[in-house]
C-alpha cells in the first residue's frame, strides 16, 4: 500500500510566520503535489515536483515554495503566512503526472 | 479549458437504498478518471482509474462506469459507513494537471 505521511495534522500560525509543512512518501514515485482544499474552491493545486530538485508551479503558487532535496520529501513553504492561507493542505504522489495520485491526511492549517 | 461538474450537491439515502453519482466531464484527449473517498477532516482515499470509455470497475458495492462525457459511481445497498463526500478528478493531455470536481456529499442513514 502507498503511505503518504504528513507532518502535522492541525498547525496554527500567526500572521507573519513562516510555515513548513512536509509531506513523505514511501513509494518511490516520482511525482509529488502539494494542494489546498477550500470549501466551495474545491481541490487547487499549488506546485508540484517531477523529481529530486525539480517543480512546477500549479495554478495558485503565489504566497508559496517548495523544496524536494530527497525523492521521498516534498516540503511546502508559506515564507509569510497571511489569514487568506488558512485552509486544508494536501500532499499527494503518483509514478506519473497523468496517472493516479495518492494522498496524504492533510494538514489543517489555521492563520491567525 | 477542462471542467467538472458533479451531481448531485448532495444525496441523502436510507440503508439499502441503491443510487448513482454523477461525473460529466469536459477534456481535451482524456488520459484518466478518477474517483475517491473523502471523510471529513481527512484525506481524498482512492477509489477506481478509468482509462477509457466503456470501462468498469467494482469494489464492494460500488461500480464506476465511463463513457466518452461521464462517469457514473453506482452505490448498491448501502451502508452508513459509505457516508463520506465522493470526488472526480479528471487528467487530460500531455502536461495538464488534475482537474477535480466539487464532489458529491452522501449521507447513508440506518
Known amino acids: 500500500d502507498v503511505k503518504v505521511t504528513q507532518s502535522s495534522r492541525y498547525l496554527v500560525k500567526r500572521t507573519g510566520e513562516k510555515v513548513f509543512l512536509e509531506c513523505v512518501q514511501d513509494?518511490?514515485?516520482?511525482?509529488m503535489f502539494w494542494y489546498r482544499q477550500d470549501p466551495g474552491l474545491g481541490l487547487r493545486l499549488i506546485y508540484f515536483?517531477?523529481?529530486?530538485?525539480?517543480?512546477e508551479k500549479g495554478d495558485i503558487p503565489e504566497g508559496y515554495s517548495v523544496s524536494r532535496e530527497k525523492k521521498e520529501r516534498f516540503s511546502l513553504i508559506l515564507e509569510s503566512a497571511s489569514t487568506n492561507q488558512t485552509s486544508m493542505y494536501l500532499c499527494?504522489?503518483?509514478?506519473?503526472?497523468?496517472?493516479?495520485?495518492?494522498f496524504g491526511p492533510g494538514t489543517r492549517l489555521t492563520v491567525l | 479549458e477542462d471542467q467538472v461538474t458533479q451531481s448531485p450537491e448532495a444525496l441523502r439515502l436510507q440503508e439499502g437504498e441503491s443510487s448513482s453519482l454523477n461525473c460529466s466531464y469536459t477534456?481535451?484527449?482524456?488520459?484518466?478518471l478518477f474517483w475517491y473517498r473523502q471523510d471529513p477532516g481527512k484525506g481524498p482515499e482512492f477509489l477506481f482509474t478509468?482509462?477509457?470509455a466503456g470501462e468498469e470497475k467494482e469494489k464492494e458495492r460500488l461500480k464506476a462506469t465511463l463513457t466518452k462525457k461521464e462517469s457514473f459511481l453506482h452505490i448498491t445497498a448501502p451502508k452508513p459507513e459509505d457516508s463520506a463526500t465522493y470526488l472526480c478528478?479528471?487528467?487530460?493531455?500531455?502536461?495538464?494537471?488534475?482537474?477535480f470536481g466539487p464532489g458529491t456529499r452522501l449521507s447513508v442513514l440506518p
Open positions: 499527494a504522489t503518483g509514478r506519473i503526472r497523468t496517472d493516479t495520485q495518492y
Open positions: 513509494m518511490d514515485h516520482e511525482n
Open positions: 515536483s517531477y523529481d529530486v530538485k525539480m517543480k
Open positions: 477534456v481535451s484527449g482524456l488520459r484518466g
Open positions: 478509468l482509462y477509457s
Open positions: 478528478a479528471v487528467v487530460g493531455g500531455y502536461g495538464q494537471n488534475f482537474v
